[in-house]
């Protein structure tokens, strides 16, 4: 991901470092000041909206935002950074003459904030000369004054900055003394505090909080060197997700932990070291063809990749056909009510509602209520991903919530929901999975990943690799990649562990868009058994 | 105004210095004004326009550090945004790594800034996507682009007496067409400082050769082939590498830059000075390039001069950071704005007539790293891969996925064609052997 405006602090920071968040560095307590005032931010908006209507928008939404990170940046035994960051503005978007504008301040005075909602009719005016279709927007009903906030337990924002510091540290140090040569350990916090209305009736405030905790490790020895990152997930949650609890531990004997609701990094750090040590002499994997078992960690970016992604709708309608690409699920395979995009027992659906994920809220950015729905269904293809703008395109009259945008500074488009994979119904372990297979490799952590514009072929590494034989974990193994083509992955889908194991990753900095823009994004889903698929091998002499 | 003047930042930086009560003190003020419109399915899809202005202030006590940042701009949230730091500061714990701040320091004059580019307006940019759509229209395809431009500005000043301060423009065009069926697909990009260079019509007439161009493509068996990249094909291989360059990284053992040494023994523990690539590999950085100019200042004020990375095939420099350079008892070198690779003289055009077999490929898509220690990357080609024989392209083919090396593709080298500016860096098209191709991917 590449961002022209990522924040980089190598002026003014000790270690260069560039993150894509975007805002302001601000003082630690300024963090805590109280908000503004939520009626104040509704004479704002109506501000908004009335200027522009008075331009001759058809349709105007405000949305006002304060989204406030936090970055803790370790290295070894050392803090590199410690930086919080702020940024308020305004937002407005318009149709005028059938054409979408946008323009935002971080001025908040009731003139700057007219001024933007003008020009953001100007935008709209200027454009339509050029408009061949007119925006069609699917109805929503004003719901008047509401709020919502991310069931956090401990604000992340209020933890002292030492404990922070200490728990980063503490990894780091199990991680060398483990083993590892080198590691990075990063706090990234976020908490968007975000106001939108529009000419709809509806005035939303909405306080949203999600956190991630990766960390870099490498071992060099004379064979060269090994990197393993993190098998915790990027939550929206507080600062309870690093309580690391027992009872969210999945332990795979022979192989890795795998962490739930909750994530003991200095645990997963201390395991890191031992099998970077592992890793730097672990045999070379032989290509060709595999029983793969993914672990939920890894299996969250596969699902991302290949089900997320070409189901958006703006990229199976061409919306994204300049960047993103555009997707191999085309409305004929929808409409056929026959495509088999998976097996029989692959049933995926989206959401913006499971509790612990990074798409959870309880209103989109276009004021859409957020609700649950299915992907595919017994392995058919059924639905898809939209906004309100979009639906009509599908023949459906209700958005299914997926407008979002990063800050009030960019405006909101068809982002993608939590996607994810139901669990088996009966409730079999992981473990479970793994006993059935012959000859496999189970999967653990996100690696390198790549797929095609239309989403058909791809190819995925991993952090960890362990050879299965006979359904037992022998040992670990390298430079393991797959590559498959997503239905032919889909179909070969066999056996899926149930709900206990259950777990949601996720992707903190997912980018699309042009300006590109990020969103967070979960993705739950068990263990998952795929049988049959190409391995190939990812050592090189050069 | 979110573009301020040099006089202006020297003016208002100065008074933030004042307030300060810190050993040391460093202001950043970065200003951005941009403008964008998009489009696809041949109609404007999103368009705006937006502006900021941000002073980030850095106070040390010893080797403790706080940045704190504001964008108001009245006297008492100067006051304000000084005190932040230093409380943050004193909260901050010491980090032993933490170099002082760089005394006065003079600059090559900058060339980053070109007036027209700042004058572009709603209606320029809605004109720019007719000029996709229409010829679209008229050939019965679907357009898709994207235009934004924007200027920006940036003063650093310190307590030890340094001030910076640049203004820069920037505009990028990219724009893809396909065909109504979906089985062609062209694409072209233009990214300038000066907005007068962009001719938005004739890169969508590159989009609509290839779309119409690359319709029915036929399967070929993935394996090696002799590929001719374009600018826009290499451009992210040589970007890994660059971005890889870094002196800390080969020192510790953990870049394709280290340099393995037997156990017990002592040796240089980065490959400085060594050939690692074709003779005729040249990679430099230079501020002052004419057509890819870049700050002639690094983000902590430190001077920016022309400076070679490889040449000869061999390195010839490696960035660091102040505290590694002494560290270590070497030059500090920052990382350059932007990177140039010198080339030749011949056309894309001469370069396809002197081909027996080969694949032309127009860009390479979603690049990821497979092994830091060999830099080997996966991806694939996208919107118009061809057949080359005996000096002409034959027919389009389906899109392969690579997995290869910018180390091996800099060893591979047949020919290099003349430079053109491409995110701007300056990248020849290239003929490269045995590029690996590992599978065919199905999409268009």
């Given at each position: 991901m590449e961002r022209r405006d990522f924040i980089k602090l190598s002026g003014v920071g000790a270690g260069a470092i560039a993150l894509p968040i975007s805002g302001m560095a601000v003082s630690a307590e300024q963090l805590l000041d109280k908000p503004m005032d939520v009626i104040y931010k509704k004479k704002l908006a109506d501000i908004a909206l009335n200027a522009a209507k008075a331009k001759g928008a058809t349709y105007a939404d405000a949305r006002i935002g304060r989204y406030l990170n936090q970055f803790v940046t370790t290295r070894e035994t050392r803090v590199d950074n410690i930086v919080n960051t702020e940024s308020a503005g305004i937002g407005v978007r318009v149709i005028a003459n059938g054409t979408w504008g946008f323009a935002s301040t971080s001025n908040m005075t009731p003139d700057s904030v007219a001024k933007a909602a003008e020009q953001a009719v100007a935008v709209a005016k200027a454009n339509s000369k050029f408009q061949t279709v007119p925006v069609q927007l699917a109805p929503v009903k004003g719901v008047g004054d509401v709020s919502w906030q991310t069931p956090i337990k401990k604000n992340a924002l209020e933890v002292p900055i030492k404990d922070k510091v200490d728990l980063l540290l503490s990894a780091n140090d199990a991680a060398l003394k483990n083993g590892a040569n080198y590691i990075t350990s990063i706090l990234f916090l976020v908490n968007e505090q975000k106001y939108f209305a529009s000419t709809d009736g509806s005035y939303i405030d909405q306080d949203v909080h999600r956190l991630w905790a990766p960390f870099f490790a490498t071992a060099v020895g004379k064979e060269g060197f090994k990197q393993r990152t993190g098998l915790g997930n990027p939550v929206g949650m507080g600062f309870e997700y690093l309580d690391g609890k027992e009872e969210d531990k999945i332990r795979i004997s022979g192989a890795n932990v795998g962490y739930k609701n909750s994530y003991d990094m200095v645990e997963d750090a201390a395991a890191a070291g031992k099998q970077l040590k592992a890793k730097l002499k672990a045999k070379s994997v032989e290509p060709g063809k595999y029983d793969l078992v993914l672990d939920p960690a890894h299996l969250m970016l596969t699902i991302h990749e290949s089900v997320g992604h070409p189901l958006e709708l703006d990229r199976v309608l061409g919306y994204e056909a300049n960047f993103a690409g555009t997707s191999f699920a085309t409305l004929d395979k929808w409409k056929s009510k026959k495509f088999q995009y998976g097996s029989d027992i692959?049933?995926?659906?989206?959401?913006?509602?499971?509790?612990?994920?990074?798409?959870?809220?309880?209103?989109?950015?276009?004021?859409?209520?957020?609700?649950?729905?299915?992907?595919?269904?017994?392995?058919?293809?059924?639905?898809?991903?939209?906004?309100?703008?979009?639906?009509?395109?599908?023949?459906?009259?209700?958005?299914?919530?997926?407008?979002?945008?990063?800050?009030?500074?960019?405006?909101?488009?068809?982002?993608?929901?939590?996607?994810?994979?139901?669990?088996?119904?009966?409730?079999?372990?992981?473990?479970?999975?793994?006993?059935?297979?012959?000859?496999?490799?189970?999967?653990?952590?996100?690696?390198?990943?790549?797929?095609?514009?239309?989403?058909?072929?791809?190819?995925?590494?991993?952090?960890?690799f362990y050879e299965i034989k006979n359904g037992k974990i022998t040992e670990q193994i390298e430079d393991v990649a797959y590559q498959s083509n997503t239905q032919q992955f889909w179909n070969s889908c066999t056996q899926m562990a149930g709900k206990s194991d259950y777990r949601l990753g996720g992707s903190f900095f997912d980018g699309k868009g042009q300006p590109s823009q990020v969103s967070a994004v979960s993705h739950g889903c068990p263990t998952t058994r795929f049988n049959d698929i190409n391995v190939i091998n990812t050592a090189r002499k050069v | 105004m979110t573009i301020v003047t040099e006089q202006h930042a020297k003016e208002l930086l100065t008074k933030v210095i004042a307030y300060s009560k810190a050993d040391e003190i460093e202001c950043n003020l970065d200003g951005r004004i941009g403008g964008n419109i998009r489009y696809a399915r041949n109609t404007v899809s999103t368009a705006g326009e937006s502006s900021d202005l941000t002073l980030a202030v850095q106070s040390t006590f010893g080797k403790?550090?706080?940045?704190?940042?504001?964008?108001?701009?009245?006297?008492?949230?100067?006051?304000?945004?000084?005190?932040?730091?230093?409380?943050?500061?004193?909260?901050?714990?010491?980090?032993?790594?933490?170099?002082?701040?760089?005394?006065?320091?003079?600059?090559?004059?900058?060339?980053?800034?070109?007036?027209?580019?700042?004058?572009?307006?709603?209606?320029?940019?809605?004109?720019?996507?007719?000029?996709?759509?229409?010829?679209?229209?008229?050939?019965?395809?679907?357009?898709?682009?994207?235009?934004?431009?924007?200027?920006?500005?940036?003063?650093?000043?310190?307590s030890s007496g340094l001030f910076a301060y640049n203004t820069a423009t920037n505009v990028d065009f990219s724009v893809t067409i396909r065909t109504k069926d979906g089985k062609g697909s062209g694409w072209a990009s233009r990214n300038y400082s000066d907005v007068n260079l962009l001719d938005t019509k004739e890169a969508s007439e590159i989009a609509i050769e290839k779309s119409k161009g690359s319709v029915d493509a036929k399967e070929m068996e993935p394996g090696k082939y002799t590929v001719i990249l374009e600018p826009a094909a290499s451009v992210g291989l040589l970007d890994r590498l660059a971005g890889a360059f870094d002196q800390r990284q080969a020192d510790e053992g953990r870049s394709f830059l280290s340099n393995q040494v037997e156990e017990g023994k002592e040796g240089p523990k980065n490959k400085l000075g060594q050939k690692m690539f074709d003779e005729r590999v040249h990679i430099y950085s230079d501020p002052n390039h004419p057509i890819a100019p870049s700050a002639p200042f690094a983000g902590n004020g430190y001077p920016r001069n022309k400076v070679d990375w490889i040449k000869d095939g061999v390195i010839q420099n490696i960035p660091n950071t102040p505290y590694w350079a002494k560290h270590t008892g070497t030059k500090y070198v920052p990382r350059g704005g932007s990177f140039i690779m010198a080339g030749g003289d011949e056309t894309l055009e001469n370069m396809i007539k002197n081909t027996r077999r080969g694949i032309l490929v127009t860009r390479l898509w979603y690049i990821r790293a497979l092994d830091p220690q060999t830099l080997l990357q996966t991806g694939l080609t996208r919107d118009g891969t061809f057949y080359i024989e005996n000096g002409k392209i034959k027919y389009p083919i389906k899109n392969f996925r690579f997995n290869e090396s910018p180390i091996v593709m800099l060893n591979n080298i047949e020919a290099l064609g003349k430079p053109v500016r491409i995110d701007g860096n300056m990248v020849p098209p290239m003929k490269i052997r045995d590029f690996t191709f590992s599978s065919l991917s199905d999409a268009v």
């Open positions: 692959v049933n995926l659906f989206a959401d913006k509602t499971q509790d612990y994920s990074l798409g959870n809220v309880g209103y989109d950015d276009e004021g859409v209520k957020t609700k649950e729905w299915d992907l595919v269904k017994d392995g058919v293809l059924v639905n898809y991903q939209a906004t309100r703008d979009q639906v009509h395109m599908i023949d459906q009259k209700e958005s299914h919530g997926c407008c979002y945008s990063q800050s009030w500074r960019d405006v909101q488009f068809q982002r993608m929901p939590n996607v994810s994979l139901k669990p088996n119904e009966k409730d079999i372990s992981a473990e479970d999975v793994i006993k059935d297979v012959e000859n496999g490799i189970y999967i653990a952590g996100r690696g390198s990943f790549s797929i095609d514009q239309q989403r058909y072929n791809f190819q995925f590494g991993g952090q960890l | 403790r550090v706080g940045v704190a940042t504001i964008n108001e701009f009245d006297d008492a949230s100067l006051e304000k945004v000084v005190r932040r730091s230093e409380e943050l500061a004193k909260l901050a714990p010491e980090n032993p790594e933490h170099m002082p701040n760089f005394g006065k320091q003079s600059y090559q004059k900058s060339s980053t800034y070109f007036p027209n580019t700042a004058k572009v307006t709603p209606e320029d940019r809605a004109q720019a996507a007719e000029n996709s759509i229409k010829p679209s229209k008229a050939n019965d395809l679907v357009s898709s682009g994207f235009l934004e431009e924007e200027v920006t500005c940036t003063a650093i000043m310190n």
